[in-house]
């Protein structure tokens, strides 16, 4: 198996027809590279790729991300879109370890989010969880601040003082996602 990352401009059209297969969402399913790319500007992904070339795993990082935590802006890169190939052979596993790596070289403030039944994925992957914390991050629908639906907060990288910010986060001190216009 090979790690490997590619900024979104450098995939192929066979490599995005399979991410969208991967991640089987279907209001993406139909998604043209020019606009995928468009789309997924501001991210990077991290394969797991058997020597053939095909991608086993695959995950994304969102670098358009923001959260005001008491009125001041973090910025973080988002890992999102963990998807495996083939289920339960250690794909993702592999991915996650070697993403965690990359991540902490690089200093890149990471962090990601799950729901309580990838917990022990996670905590096997030896990603450190802040449980029940994604909840106290509120999202703007239309006019409406909204919990998140995700309940943990994964810290794959951030500094011993963001990650007490984010362990504080409670129902009196919420995060809010901030969206660029």
């Known amino acids: 198996m090979k790690y490997q990352i590619k900024e979104t401009k450098d995939l192929t059209e066979n490599e995005i027809e399979h991410i969208l297969q991967l991640w089987d969402i279907s209001a993406w399913n139909t998604m043209k590279?020019?606009?995928?790319?468009?789309?997924?500007?501001?991210?990077?992904?991290?394969?797991?790729?058997?020597?053939?070339?095909n991608i086993l795993a695959l995950m994304r990082v969102n670098f358009d991300f923001t959260l005001k935590i008491t009125?001041?802006?973090?910025?973080?890169?988002?890992?999102?879109?963990?998807?495996?190939?083939?289920?339960?052979?250690?794909?993702?596993?592999?991915?996650?370890?070697?993403?965690?790596?990359?991540?902490?070289?690089?200093?890149?403030?990471?962090?990601?989010?799950?729901?309580?039944?990838?917990?022990?994925?996670?905590?096997?992957?030896?990603?450190?969880?802040?449980?029940d914390k994604a909840k106290m991050i509120k999202e703007s629908i239309g006019s409406e601040w909204i919990n998140s639906e995700d309940d943990d907060i994964l810290i794959f990288n951030v500094s011993k003082e963001t990650k007490e910010l984010l362990n504080q986060l409670s129902s009196q001190n919420n995060a809010y996602l901030i969206t660029k216009e």
Do not use: W
């Open 33 to 53: 590279p020019d606009y995928f790319r468009t789309f997924f500007k501001d991210s990077e992904f991290h394969f797991m790729l058997n020597s053939d070339e």
């Open 71 to 131: 009125g001041i802006d973090y910025s973080f890169g988002e890992a999102v879109g963990l998807v495996s190939a083939h289920k339960k052979k250690g794909y993702g596993a592999a991915l996650v370890r070697h993403f965690k790596e990359n991540v902490i070289q690089r200093n890149l403030d990471t962090i990601g989010f799950c729901h309580l039944d990838l917990r022990s994925f996670y905590g096997k992957c030896s990603v450190e969880i802040l449980h």
